[in-house]
């Protein structure tokens, strides 16, 4: 799904690695692109890869690269660099149990944090986690928009459940979803600068070979792009990155809810627990002792949306709030800041899936205290 | 007389007093100029090192990429803008250390663009660490008491790797220099240029060589023309390098004129099949 969103939305070029359990989005790639005479190339290393696409990105066309948490590391100088040029990508990353080659069959959610942060320095990274194959293809969509939109790297978060699951998706549920609804913005002077813009406003790049000669660089640098140490600029310029992200969050936050409106207990999940959760929650529904519960689902995983956290907050206790993750509390923390309380957990990085059982289990022990 | 207001953007470079990475600039300038390239059409790429600062000098697209990252960038570049000219410089570290897994992959990929290496001999923007370019036995920053590793010749790595058009010109000759960046932008395919280049700061200064003259003494000794090597024997090749172009390749397919073809073919074969409605793209892929 994701290969086909990216498709759609305009993708013409992907550098890529293998690395299980990403390779299957990958290959669809590798058979839809040159198709349609556009570029997939496999690179020697993940570095090679996101470079790749870096420089398809720079000449002016969507690029996108593929992996997962091992070669996410490796891409994380890159990363930064991509956040500091303003060059857009978008990046999947399809999780695995970590750390190290960790289980790399088996999903996880071990890449939370490292996903908000996935470079030396100070980034305002916006990170996307789909749960179930329609999320695949709405949030790839809107990962390339945002990727426009924002001019910086945009972070897919999918997990091994995610990407080897074989699910059915309605053809029409696709069709509706609007793809390419953000242009890169460009501006026909020559003497335009391409990092002079407004202070939370992105850098506007034209491609390249259009007469106007700009200059690319990973160091702090002005509003022409040239390097500079000036402490003034420096600071304007790491500010107009996080300002120009803040100043839109409405554009960015996006999450699903479930049975929400009825619930006395609310699950906090993303990614594919997101679809345990549900079973769990129509499962506890029915039955002799049925219990409301809802789930919120944060698709924007950062920035969080913590406003809408902290207005569960208000109508749930606490002790009525679980967070689910495949970790051991990555997402929490954040959870814990938004809504300004301590929620119960349910965490598990063994590399297993958490069930629906399980959910229930832990939903029903906090319904009888 | 060239106008050299049309290529760079300003005059002054951060280079240090005696350094002859000036002189690969020119060259590369002169080229450009000879062969009547437009620089809007130009892209220029560069690493990190003294070599880096080359991309900011000149009046075109440029890029500065991260460290040892030039040639992957600039391939995403030359594969997205088939015709325009991609030339990417680097040091010897970039190129031949950090970067040195991506260069052998590009010598295969063969798309076309110019690859110059400026060998100073020395990681110089650092103060002068050994770089694999380092002569066995002289000293270096993190190697105070002589460099034990052998030295890398990035000339037969590039012709091992299988490189189309391998060639090594010094900056002690601007003319030969300039001829030799102009065959490696004619070449249809990845070009390789080592330009072995003095660094009196930071690899002299360390190894007794007290300016630019003597580390040009010095590299004479090293470099000689290709036909003046070839007829030495064995044990007076040890230590010098042949000058030239030492390996230029007709034939093979150009990186995207191979992909091209590819597409052709598998365009080709998607017209004559009928085609495949998204509902059972599935079943269709596992024909």
Redesign the interface.
Known sequence: MCA?AAFASGC??A?VYPITPSSEISDELA?LL??A?Y?F?Q???E???I???????????K?MTITSGPGFALMS??LG?LFMTEVPLVVINVMRGGPGTGLPTRPAQGDVLNARNPTPGDVRAIVLAPGSALQCYSETVRAFDLAERFMQPIIILSDELVGHADCHVS?SD?ENIQTNTILRRQNPLDSYQPYGVKKDEPAILNP????Q???????HHDRTG??TEDHILCQELIDRHFEKVNAHLDEIEHFETYKMDDADYVIVCYGSVALSAINAIDRMREGKRPIKVGMFQPLTLWPSPEKRMFEIARDFPEENILVVEMNKGQYRGEVERAMRNRPQVLLKANGRPITPAEIETKIRSMHHG | MVDYSKYVRKEDTQWCPGCTNGIVERAIINSVDALGWEMRDVVFISGIGCSGRMSSYMKCNTVHTPHGRTLPVAEGIARMCPGKHVIAVSGDGDGGSIGRSHFAQECLENVDMTYIIINNFTYALTKGQASPTTPTGTKAAMMPYGVYTRTLDLCNFAIGSGATFVARSTVLDLRTLEKTIQAAFLHHGFSFIESPSCCPINFGLKNGMRSTHEVKEWMETLFLQKKKFDILSDEEKAGKFPTGILKQELGVPEGNDAYAAQVKEIQAIAREQPAVALSSYGEAKGE
């Open positions: 086909r013409r070029a550098g058979l040159p198709k005479g570029v190339k690179k020697e290393d570095i090679a890869a470079a790749f696409a870096a420089g398809c990105s720079m000449a002016g066309f690029a100088e890159f660099y053809v696709i390249f070979f259009n007469g000669q700009y200059h690319i660089t990973g160091l040239f390097p």
